[in-house]
């Protein structure tokens, strides 16, 4: 498969090449702007796809870590650095400005989806916090939809789903580690169910969809 990007929009169209012989002529319109543009098949200077692109999943592992976008139907797979402050991640559209754009035809992800914070705690250690953007379909952490004022601590490896669309963090060196947290019930500075960790002290704060338990993690005896 490869794809081609439309000259007026950068929305990108996926063909079978294999279907065609070389030298043959191709006429595309553009599902998003219907600008109609041709190419020719081994002759056009198509950029690299990215099945044919090797992707280091970990290749940001020495700055703030990145999100990895599960190759499907509407999109190879991806990886997007991550950077301090909000994240914006979204449906990449000629002339939309977010931080982490996707290049995918799937028209169930927002141009503005979801956003995830990237912050140092008072050790230094990088906090990895998602939120809903807010989007039309919603953003889904571990099958459960946030609601507008949910805020999720992410950790290596965390699973979020955005239309028919999966990404995964991988945080970055020195951030990988598995926690393990059980609800105390009691209200935090504001957070209605606060999480204790086994392996470090003090409190981190987290809740879903008006749950007291996480369920992602294991909670302790």
Same mark, same amino acid.
């Given at each position: ?5 439309? $000259?007026?929009? !950068? ?10 012989? #070389? ?8 599902? %998003? ?25 970990? %290749?940001?592992?020495? +700055? ?6 599960? %190759? ?24 939309? +400005?977010?931080? =982490?754009?996707?290049?995918?035809? !799937?028209?169930?992800? #927002? ?9 140092? !705690? ?9 939120? !809903? ?5 919603? =953003? ?7 609601? #507008? ?5 992410? %950790? ?14 991988? +945080? ?10 059980? +609800?105390?019930?009691?209200?935090? #500075?504001?957070?209605?169910? $606060? ?7 003090? =409190? ?10 996480? $369920?992602?993690?294991?909670?302790? $005896?």
């Amino acid at each position: 498969m490869k794809r081609v990007r439309c $000259p007026k929009c !950068d929305h990108y169209i996926t063909f079978d090449e294999t279907q065609y012989e #070389d030298g043959q002529s191709l006429v595309f319109e553009c599902p %998003e702007c219907r600008k109609q543009f041709g190419i020719r098949i081994g002759a056009s200077k198509l950029r690299a796809t990215r099945k044919e692109e090797t992707v280091d999943e970990n %290749e940001n592992d020495d +700055a703030y870590g990145s999100i990895v976008v599960v %190759e499907n139907v509407f999109h190879y797979k991806q990886v997007l650095p991550l950077k301090l402050g909000d994240n914006v991640i979204g449906r990449y559209v000629k002339g939309t +400005a977010i931080s =982490t754009p996707i290049e995918t035809v !799937d028209p169930s992800v #927002d141009t503005k989806h979801c956003i995830i914070n990237v912050k140092r !705690d008072k050790n230094g250690r990088l906090v990895y916090t998602l939120r !809903d953007a807010p989007s039309n379909t919603g =953003t889904f952490y571990m099958n459960d939809i946030l609601t #507008d004022y949910d805020r999720v601590r992410l %950790e290596d490896g965390s699973i979020v789903t955005i239309g028919a669309t999966t990404l995964i963090l991988r +945080a970055a060196r020195g951030e990988k580690f598995l926690f393990y947290f059980y +609800a105390t019930g009691i209200e935090q #500075d504001g957070c209605r169910y $606060p999480f204790h960790c086994r392996k470090t002290s003090g =409190t981190h704060l987290g809740f879903i969809g008006g749950r007291g338990y996480h $369920p992602f993690y294991q909670p302790l $005896p």
